[in-house]
């Protein structure tokens, strides 16, 4: 066969896409913060559990018939719900501050004093419980948030004149060297001055499979050295290492973002305000003017009643609850009213790609024989018999595609790891070497040569990671292996650019050809690759910059950053870190990208049925209000109007509970 011929000869294998499995792989519902024991360690989540079992007791007693045992029930819940919220609100307003809490429990007081105790315990409920879910992510976040720092180790071999000598990491100085054995963490940002191995830096990278280090190349502290030692030149404090950056990062985003309200929470401020003040005015202008007491009174606390936010805050909730349930039966976690408010405002989507769009795991994706001697099926399981006893990512996955396409794997002996380079064992009586792409730089110049250069460079330009195999030191065949694609993906990409009508972005830490790979295989064009955390935040901000409402899909440590400074973070649940999981705002626990549009589309139409309980709402208190202002507006007849514009603008955002509504 002619050389071109043997060049020409390249034969694919495309391994049946299956579940990929991590190291990190754990259940989407696990991270600091322990489960329902150590939420109930917090006082808000004691207190509204607390408010809430007294309000449904009182709720059956008063429907099996009893009259005080309920009242008494629901005194309780008053005071489990509503001394948290009513004493925050006093400081607030020895601060000159209204706090809309404080006006909620008024209003829940005065609606128990006019009889309608049942609708003031439901507003407590309401209250409580959401100062409880507002508390818990807080303390999950930070909780998340001083986790990260455990990647890095805390002790750290230090090399010196006296030899080896273990020290606390926090005490490494700029210039000092350490030793990273086998399995180890690396301890400290710094430079290969020795030593050859690979390095898991997915946790800062995301890059899916272990890099080569060899001297004179970065690492980070917190990555997981491979097989080989390496000696490691301090380049950074550990207050200044890219692990303690992003702990910063998230911080400062975290903190920025907690200031997010409700819309309408900023309106009730204002309104509040203004709510009391005419009270006030009610009251104390007709009685200077000599009107008598009690019809005074009557008119400012009817006044109160049927002008007061009730009804405004539930045309609020119940559809954003009703929403954040349907989401729920769909695998998507909202974690708050606000951020679902604030995903239906999403305007561009921003991608990371390993472990988002990609499953985070290699696959055999072609083998290319080089010259007439041997074919496919016999170099991989030449490669796959080399490989069987590594553990490296990508020894395994070439052993798992032998096994699945029904390749013979011969039986090896002598292996022989060489870490950074590859692997060799005698196979079949030959020394079958797996090797890194360089390793073609010293073999002697010829057309097998030639052809697996020419298959590497076809390979890494198409985005793949090319390993070389060769027999007695001549190349046999390049073996291209890639990240697999989530199956949805493309197709979540498309629908994400119809719902927002911009195109989607790709940030990752991953170098550029893999990236183009990725993102030509989804259909994205506006890629920024090489990015480690810090540049994340950047490439974020400046999107937001430009005018963008961003929401940032990832799903590792190095992407917690970014979910925290996103308009509104996504976090792929399954295999998601606990920073990123905690950090963002929303959680897809089936890792299913095709659900995102759906949960856009819901949002916004959560905010459609606001807007239009808002407008009946205000509608109904305008019209109480005019007729208490301008004639004699009966007491009951306010309560009845007001409390029946509250069930009304309930049960329309209840209906947002609908299957039908999940949809893009």
């Known amino acids: 066969m002619s050389h071109t011929a043997e060049c020409e000869h390249d034969e694919h294998l495309h391994p049946a896409a299956g579940p990929a499995a991590r190291p990190d792989a754990r259940p989407a519902t696990a991270g600091p913060g322990g489960g329902w024991r150590s939420l109930a360690d917090q006082p808000e989540v004691r207190w509204a559990m607390l408010s809430l079992a007294l309000f449904l007791t009182g709720l059956a007693v008063r429907v099996g018939g009893a009259g005080w045992p309920a009242d008494v029930l629901f005194a309780g819940c008053y005071a489990a719900g509503g001394w948290e919220p009513g004493r925050a609100g006093l400081e607030a307003l020895r601060d000159r501050s209204l706090d809309v809490d404080l006006l909620m429990v008024v209003a829940a007081l005065v609606a128990a004093g006019i009889g309608q105790v049942l609708d003031g315990a439901l507003l407590i409920v309401i209250f409580s419980t959401s100062g409880a879910l507002e508390a818990v992510s807080t303390r999950r976040t930070r909780d998340a948030v001083t986790s990260l720092l455990s990647l890095a180790p805390d002790v750290a071999s230090r090399l010196g004149p006296d030899g080896e000598t273990v020290v606390d990491a926090a005490e490494l100085a700029v210039g000092e060297r350490i030793m990273v054995r086998p399995g180890e963490r690396i301890a400290a940002d710094g430079r290969v001055v020795s030593g050859s191995s690979d390095v898991d830096q997915a946790s800062i990278t995301g890059e899916p499979l272990p890099v080569a280090r060899t001297p004179g190349d970065e ?8 097989s080989g030692s390496l000696v490691v030149e301090v380049a950074r404090p550990a207050g200044e290492s890219v692990v303690a950056r992003i702990v910063a990062l998230v911080e400062e985003a975290s903190g920025t973002k907690a200031e997010t309200q409700l819309f309408i929470d900023r309106v009730e401020q204002r309104y509040s305000i203004a709510m009391v003040s005419v009270t006030l005015a009610l009251f104390v202008v007709p009685l200077v003017l000599g009107s008598a007491l009690q019809p005074t009174l009557l008119r400012a606390m009817t006044f109160m009643i049927v002008a007061s936010p009730c009804a405004v805050v539930l045309a609020t909730m119940p559809p954003y609850l009703a929403a954040i349930a349907n989401s729920g039966r769909h695998g998507v976690l909202v974690k708050s009213a606000v951020v679902m408010e604030q995903l239906g405002r999403t305007s561009r989507v921003a991608f990371d790609k390993t472990g988002t769009l990609t499953r985070g795991a290699p696959r ?20 796959a018999a080399a490989e069987n006893p590594s553990e490296h990512p990508l020894a395994r996955a070439v052993v798992d595609a032998a096994r699945r396409h029904g390749v013979d794997v011969p039986d090896a002996a002598g292996f022989r790891s060489e870490p950074g380079r590859g692997v060799q064992a005698m196979v079949a009586g030959r020394r079958i070497h797996v090797a890194r792409p360089d390793v073609l730089a010293g073999s002697p110049a010829g057309p097998e040569v030639a052809c697996a250069q020419a298959a590497v460079a076809d390979l890494e330009e198409a985005g793949q990671t090319a390993v070389v195999v060769l027999a007695d030191g001549q190349p046999v065949g390049v073996l291209g292996l890639a990240d697999q694609l989530r199956p949805d993906a493309r197709d979540a990409v498309a629908s994400l650019v119809a719902v927002t009508a911009a195109p989607a972005v790709l940030i990752t830490g991953d170098n550029r050809r893999a990236a183009a790979a990725v993102a030509s295989a989804v259909g994205i064009a506006d890629v920024r690759a090489g990015l480690l955390p810090e540049a994340k935040v950047a490439a974020v901000e400046a999107l937001q910059g430009d005018g963008a409402r961003l929401a940032v899909v990832g799903d590792g440590v190095n992407d917690a950053p970014a979910l925290a400074a996103a308009h509104v973070g996504v976090a792929m649940g399954r295999h998601g870190s606990d920073l990123a999981l905690e950090t963002a705002d929303l959680v897809m626990v089936r890792d299913e990208l095709s659900a995102l549009p759906a949960a856009i589309g819901i949002s916004r139409r959560a905010r459609r049925v606001v807007k239009v309980n808002l407008a009946f709402a205000a ?36 209906r947002l509970l609908r299957r039908r509504h999940w949809r893009p």
């Open 219 to 226: 690492v980070f502290a917190g990555t997981l050295n491979g």
């Open 364 to 383: 055999l994706d072609a083998v290319r024989p080089v010259g007439a001697a041997v074919d496919a099926g016999t170099v991989l399981g030449w490669a």
């Open 619 to 654: 509608t109904v208190i305008a019209a109480l209000v005019c007729v208490d202002l301008t004639g004699h507006l009966p007491l009951p007849l306010g309560v009845a109007g007001h409390e029946g514009s509250t069930v009304v603008v309930g049960l329309n955002g209840l």
